[in-house]
């Protein structure tokens, strides 16, 4: 059985804390949540296990679970005590050295984007895991099953690349989708319009590899369309039109 | 009962002319597909409606519908015979006055992205129409309708904005999702891992709005992480990445 405490209740910090705290009704689980803490205090509703105030009370566990902001991580590295719990981050782009002061740590990294409002399918996502030490790595396989049976172990770096690669099929590929309904809503056409395009888009780029999937003015070669667009976009729009085009054009070349 | 012609049998054309030449064997269709020509002078497989060589031979319809390069258009506007005919097109960026020509002229376009190799779900897009005169309009309201419940009547300059947005929400969205399969790659990290925060993100976007559901490094003005990014692409690839970073940014900033 795996004691574990959730500190920071945001966005993936919240649903962990409601998944494993479901988990107790389940004789079956192998995690036991034994209590989580959050920087507002407050407790979250429906939740069995107890919120602990103040850091220097977490229960007797064998793992803390830090579900907190990218630079809260090394804070914590000080902060918390030296007993040889597991201490595992969650973070993409920090290092599992971030948290050098505990012989025991650990990385949890899922690669989703997390909502409050929107529960997570924990079971689709593959739990990307890193350990200082075999006993790290038996605790985080129980903690990372008891998730899903997608997992991998990634090293620091390969991790930091697989963020980097999210920031653009998740970040830049949402402000793509932002400036593409801007231009809809300017001209009063309803963006539901452009669904199944997006989702076509997806479902061709799993299929057949983006790069044999693109299509489109800048991989023909269109310059005239090219420029009536540039034209019609506010010059603030025009850099990342033009880098974007220019990249596209690099990968055709190469 | 429209009687129409397709011209051009490549990605859109080829599957226009199957999903028309399939309801023949519906006997309550409004549309009939005549015949149809291409470039190559290929006869495609399966279908009943002839392969007609050259378009002097066009037989006797109401519509021709031209699925060709942008660039054909004009050509195709001084080359087909002034009887009347309605001229149809299926462009996006080019404008119905292209066609001029023709008195009786219009465009059906279908904001999707077609593949020889996957059948479209035409009653998912919404047909977007245009039309020089009200005897072209109720003839493209039967074309549409037999395709798509979903129509919509746009100019030319909607339409091209409508294709402009398309190109940033297929086009760039696709080269996204190029740049962070290619990170992965370099890692021998498999692809299908993003799987579930690509199609998350097409959710959220749909749900919330892409504007309202932005997150990541450039949202949040995380600079240590975006330094740290930019510094891990190559100098090709460092400008897209900049471009859509500070475009993220303006956009929060408004």
Chains 1, 2 share one sequence.
């Not at 966005?11 to 949540?33: I, M, P, Q």
């Not at 729009?237 to 990249?247: L, W």
């Amino acid at each position: 059985m795996l004691r574990i405490f959730i500190l920071g209740t945001g966005n993936l910090g919240g649903h962990l804390v409601r998944y494993f705290d479901s988990l107790k009704k389940s004789e079956t689980s192998d995690v036991a949540l034994k209590g989580y803490s959050n920087a507002s205090k407050k407790v979250l509703p429906g939740i069995n296990a107890p919120l602990i105030e103040n850091i220097a009370q977490i229960p007797e566990v064998d793992m803390i679970l830090l579900a907190v902001g990218d630079n809260q991580i090394e804070v914590l590295n000080s902060q918390l005590p030296l007993d040889g719990t597991t201490i595992v981050h969650t973070s993409g782009s920090i290092s599992l050295d971030a948290l050098n002061h505990h012989k025991n740590r650990g990385v949890l990294y899922l690669p989703q984007s997390f909502s409050t409002d929107r529960k997570p399918h924990f079971n689709e996502i593959t739990a990307c895991l890193e350990a200082s030490n075999d006993h790290v790595l038996q605790q985080l396989g129980l903690l990372g099953n008891t998730l899903s049976r997608k997992r991998k172990y990634l090293n620091s770096l390969q991790r930091k690349n697989l963020h980097l690669a999210a920031v653009y099929i998740n970040n830049f590929v949402n402000h793509c989708y932002t400036k593409g309904f801007e231009i809809l809503e300017k001209e009063n056409i309803p963006t539901e319009l452009l669904l199944p395009l997006m989702q076509e888009t997806l479902e061709k780029a799993n299929d057949l590899s983006p790069a044999n999937a693109q299509t489109g003015p800048a991989v023909r070669g269109d310059s005239i369309t090219i420029q009536s667009h540039f034209d019609s976009l506010s010059t603030s729009d025009q850099e990342m039109y033009a880098a974007i085009t220019r990249s596209i054009n690099k990968k055709i070349n190469l």
